[in-house]
Structure formats: C-alpha cells, structure tokens
C-alpha cells in the first residue's frame, strides 16, 4: 500500500474547516455534557417505563443524581474525560448535578478531567427540587469554585425547576463573577415557561441548552446555544431547528459520551431529515464553535486515523475515524490511541466498581 499524502503546511483550508498543521486538527469540544452520568449504563431500569420528558428524568436521572457520592464521582468523570480523550474530544463544557454530594463536587470533577489531560469548564446545576437549602448550597458550590480560580460558569438546572428567585440569584452571581450561565431551556414541554422567566436575565456569555419548544428562536438569541440532536431525539422532545438561531451555536452530547464526530454525523442527518437542503458545512460550524467555550481549547491538536479529518463531506459519511494522538496545551496526552497520563483499563475497572457501588443504592 502506497504511503499516504498529506495536505502541506501552506494548504488554506476551505471556509469552515479546522487548519490543519501537517496532518493534525484542532482538537474537538463537547459543548454540553454530563460527566456524573457515565456510570448510568446498565443500571437498573425504573419500576415502569417512562412514557414522558419529565417521567424520564424523575424515574431514571434524579434517581441516579441523588445515590452519587464524590467517589462515585471521581470515576464517573474519569471515564467521561479518558472516552472523551480517545474520540479526539480536549475539552468538556460539564453540567453537573448530583445533590447528596454538592461541596467539592467540581473541584472533584476538574481533578478528574486534569488527570486524564483534557479541559473542563464546570457548572453545578442549581434547583430547588430539593428545597431552598439545596438551591443555595448548589449557588454556594459555584460560588466557591469559581471565586477559588477554577474554570467555569454558573449552572441552572432548568427553569422549570426553580423559583424566579432562584433564577435572579444564578444570574447575579454569574454577572458579579463575570462569567456566564449553563441552563436546560425549553427541553420539553413542561419548561415552555423558561424564555418568559428567562428574557429579562439572560446575556451574551450564558449556555443555553436543547431550546426545543422555544417559541421564537430570537427570544433568547443572544446566547450560545447548544444543540444535542442525539439526546433529544433519545427523549423524543422534538427537533430544535438550530439553524434558525441567530447567534453561536455547539454541538453537545447531553451526557451520552463525547463523541463529537459521531455528534456531527447525528446533527447532519436530523437537520437533512427536517430540511434536505441542508449540506454538513452546516453541522460542521457548530462543532468548530465549540472552541469559543474553552479558552485555549483551539490550540489543542490531534491525529487522526483517516486522511481528510477537517473536511466536513468526509465528516458525515466517514465512520470510524479515531483520534491516534492529540497534545493538549503541548503535552502528549494520546499516544497511537492510548492515554499517556493514565491507565485506560484501570479507569475502567475502578469505574465499574463504582457503578456497582450505585446500582446497589438505586
């Protein structure tokens, strides 16, 4: 077999596609993500099926919140970031919930994610489904993260969740910190209420998330949105039509892994089903403007497995393209598809004990 031939150096990639130095690319961005949930699969399913958005969530996921503990944690986020890391994904913008165990929470989560080498940018998604002491432990925990130097935004649940005052109290802490808001908005239809609650706060720098049963995609438009094709059409909330929003928008997973380039595969598909114009520079965007989340995410770099890895026409209909070595801010962290930082098979055999730890309580 003929040696492969690379694109040079002095290459100008098309409009749109990452810039390539020899034959790497930027590495990938999860826009949204939940890394307490990789210890979910296999768990024991609820006592009936769910047969709606909010019947998913009270039956299987703040089932699952509320059992975690730190270490439980600790893994589950090590084996968000290590998959994350093997699928070419540097950075993570994480939502996380778990309100048994709120103090210290993202300091275990950023440890997790530094140990394996990839960025995350934290939120703890504060509500008031467990009363208004839960509320304000969950804004203390970002409080304290963020004040403490780490890197994140300031979560919300979902609007649907909160009291208005819950809501200002996010808004002004994040506005006082100078970083933005991580929000579900209008994920199913018993959060159609968020954009009337939500207009008067919302800002440029705030995350809003899934934006299904948005009535205008104006009404919050000046915030990034995050589109996670795959998950909402798992829960069958219905399709977002993100190319109707008129600012930034990123693909995110909604917990279910990080794996980007199959995100970008899902999110073309679902956008051509809706309107068969649609071409994967579209989807493409989005997944480049996750870059904008993380700081210093752009000038991570991987190698892939396959030749043409920044063009978008080889993206949607090229499976099975696998990050073979990625530098994060210049450190060697994948070596031929292996971490160099950790133990793959060690992370996932502490991750497995871990989920059974969590089994056993649900």
């Not at 930027?26 to 047969?51: E, N």
């Not at 205008?216 to 798992?234: W, Y």
């Not at 073979?324 to 004990?353: F, M, N, Q, S, Y």
Request: one cysteine or more.
């Amino acid at each position: 077999m003929g040696r492969r031939r690379h694109r040079p150096l002095t290459a100008t990639p098309a409009a749109g596609h990452a810039r390539v130095v020899g034959d790497t690319t930027a590495g990938l961005v999860c826009g949204h993500h939940h890394l307490y949930s990789a210890l979910a699969r296999g768990m024991p399913a609820p006592l009936k099926t769910p047969t709606s958005f909010v019947e998913i969530l009270e039956q299987v996921w703040w089932r699952l919140d509320v059992a975690l503990d730190l270490e439980m944690l600790r893994w589950s986020a090590m084996l968000g970031a290590l998959e994350a890391l093997e699928c070419g994904t540097t950075a993570i913008v994480d939502h996380h919930e778990g309100p048994s165990a709120i103090e210290g929470s993202l300091d275990v989560i950023a440890a997790a994610c530094a140990e394996v080498g990839v960025r995350v940018r934290c939120s703890y998604g504060v509500t008031d489904r467990h009363g208004e002491d839960g509320a304000r432990r969950g804004l203390e925990e970002n409080e304290r993260f963020l004040r403490s130097g780490g890197d994140g935004m300031v979560g919300i649940h979902a609007a649907f969740t909160c009291s208005d005052d819950t809501l200002e109290k996010a808004a002004g802490l994040a506005a006082d910190l100078g970083v933005g808001v991580h929000v579900h908005v209008a994920e199913g239809d018993a959060d159609v209420d968020a954009v009337t609650r939500l207009a008067p706060l919302v800002a440029e720098d705030w995350l809003v998330v899934h934006g299904v049963h948005l009535r205008e995609p104006g009404e919050l438009g000046r915030a990034t949105l995050a589109h996670c094709a795959r998950s909402n059409m798992h829960n069958a909330v219905g399709y977002a039509r993100p190319r109707t929003w008129p600012g930034r928008v990123v693909l995110g997973s909604d917990g279910i892994g990080a794996d980007m380039r199959e995100e970008l595969r899902i999110a073309y598909v679902r956008a051509r089903e809706d309107d068969v114009t649609t071409a994967p520079t579209t989807p493409w965007e989005w997944l480049l403007a996750g870059a904008a989340l993380v700081p210093g995410a752009a000038s991570d770099r991987v190698r892939w497995s396959e030749e043409h890895a920044d063009d978008p026409w080889y993206a949607a209909f090229t499976p099975g393209t696998t990050a073979r070595d990625a530098w994060v801010d210049g450190d060697l962290v994948l070596a031929t598809g292996k971490p160099t930082k950790v133990d793959a098979a060690e992370v996932r055999a502490k991750a497995a004990e871990q989920a059974r730890r969590l089994f056993s309580r649900l």
